[in-house]
């Protein structure tokens, strides 16, 4: 599902591959992690409507950029 392809990719990774599919997502940004925006990276940590729709969180840790 393509759920488990974006969960936890940067969000502009994640989008760039929506696109690549024929897909523009709507994007919410959450503070669920309890940081200032703007503070970290953000990552994918919801994915709804088959990515039509992706909420992404401020983390502090960068990823890897290499991703499968």
Request: charge should be neutral.
């Amino acid at each position: 599902m393509i759920h488990n392809l974006l969960l936890g990719l940067p969000l502009e990774e994640a989008i760039r591959r929506l696109h690549a599919m024929g897909v523009e997502p709507a994007v919410v940004i959450s503070s669920a992690t309890r940081r200032p925006e703007g503070v970290g990276w953000l990552r994918v940590v919801r994915v709804r409507d088959g990515g039509r729709e992706l909420t992404a969180c401020y983390f502090l840790d960068r990823i890897c950029e290499e991703m499968p």
